[in-house]
């Protein structure tokens, strides 16, 4: 992974925003693509790259995309 691509997000952070069910982790950014984890509401996972729609997040030793409106950003 290249570091200019992560550098526009550096040390930034979300919250899992959700109603009540945990935020899903996929493997790219569509509904289509698999699951990776869960994470439960009010976890604070580290931002690689905000996007619109998608947004790249690490959070258990794990990075995947997580739909932007379920995150409020610090």
Do not use: Q
């Not at 976890?43 to 959070?59: A, C, D, N, P, R």
């Amino acid at each position: 992974s290249s570091t200019s691509a992560t550098s526009s997000a550096r040390n930034k952070y979300g919250v899992v925003h959700t109603k009540l069910s945990p935020l899903r982790m996929r493997t790219s950014n569509s509904l289509r693509a698999d699951v990776i984890c869960k994470i439960p509401k009010g976890t604070l996972v580290k931002i690689v790259s905000k996007g619109k729609e998608w947004t790249k997040v690490e959070y258990g030793g794990n990075v995947g995309y997580c739909s932007t409106k379920y995150l409020k950003f610090k």
